[in-house]
Nanobody, 126 residues
Framework: QVQLVESGGGLVQAGGSLRLSCAAS????????MGWFRQAPGKERDFVAR???????????YYEDSVKGRFSVSRDNAKNTVYLQMNNLKPEDTAVYYC????????????????WGQGTLVTVSE
């Protein structure tokens, strides 16, 4: 049974930083495309970042334009965990952040990801 468990969310002031973690069980993160998405209140779930699987361009990352230069996705294979380092946070980054996985597609659509975590809330105050 696959489980993705996010942690690390919280309340932070604008300009601050948070690191989200996604601990996986039932799959090996290096063999999957691991993605981060976010959903703000009343809005759709949107792509944030992804890191490709090992044979598909090991470690290649891709970011949504609004987070480029501020967010960084990484993977610790030994811990089977994926991270999202978020710096210079802005109020518009406030959302529930979800970790997701799929074994095939280096995409940005929610429908392309097979497994999902329960989400962790990030709130950025002015």
């Amino acid at each position: 049974q696959v489980q993705l468990v996010e942690s690390g969310g919280g309340l932070v002031q604008a300009g601050g930083s948070l690191r989200l973690s996604c601990a996986a069980s039932g799959l090996t993160v290096s063999n999957y495309v691991m993605g981060w998405f976010r959903q703000a209140p009343g809005k759709e779930r949107d792509f944030v970042a992804r890191i490709n699987w090992r044979s598909g361009g090991a470690g290649i990352t891709y970011y949504e334009d609004s987070v480029k230069g501020r967010f960084s996705v990484s993977r610790d294979n030994a811990k089977n965990t994926v991270y999202l380092q978020m710096n210079n946070l802005k109020p518009e980054d406030t959302a529930v952040y979800y970790c997701a996985a799929n074994p095939w597609v280096t995409g940005t659509k929610t429908t392309q990801f097979q497994y999902w975590g329960q989400g962790t809330l990030v709130t950025v105050s002015e």
